[in-house]
């Protein structure tokens, strides 16, 4: 089992930033993919950005591309999202999710990837 604990969040004005962590615990990750889905109120859950665990190689949603940075640490088993040039329609509950495993590229934005999942930590930016 993995155990996934978010942290960061808060309240930040439009044009801030905020850097969320994600702290795995349990299984050790050899390979995979970590990353980050939100879910506005009335919407569903979507895609943010993931990190594979071995390459490094990143994906984003368009929505986020050129202002937020996924990364990770190895020692720590931890991985962050940087989120800069916030608007008010960043405003979410972020989930960090992780699959456990090797992962075709073109699937790891889908949610039903995921196995792991995070408690979600609320990130709201006013106007």
């Known amino acids: 089992q993995v155990q996934l604990v978010e942290s960061g969040g808060g309240l930040v004005q439009a044009g801030g930033s905020l850097r969320l962590s994600c702290a795995a615990s349990?299984?050790?990750?050899?390979?995979?993919?970590m990353g980050w889905f939100r879910q506005a109120p009335g919407k569903e859950r979507a895609f943010v950005a993931t990190i594979t665990w071995s390459a490094r190689t990143t994906y984003y949603a368009d929505s986020v591309k050129g202002r937020f940075t996924i990364s990770r640490d190895n020692a720590k088993n931890t991985v962050y999202l940087q989120m800069n040039s916030l608007n008010p329609e960043d405003t979410a509950v972020y989930y960090c999710?992780?699959?456990?495993?090797?992962?075709?590229?073109?699937?790891?934005?889908?949610?039903?990837?995921?196995?792991?999942w995070g408690q979600g930590t609320q990130v709201t930016v006013s106007s």
């Open positions: 349990g299984r050790t990750f050899s390979s995979g993919v």
């Open positions: 999710a992780a699959h456990l495993g090797s992962v075709l590229s073109f699937l790891v934005t889908k949610i039903d990837v995921y196995n792991y």
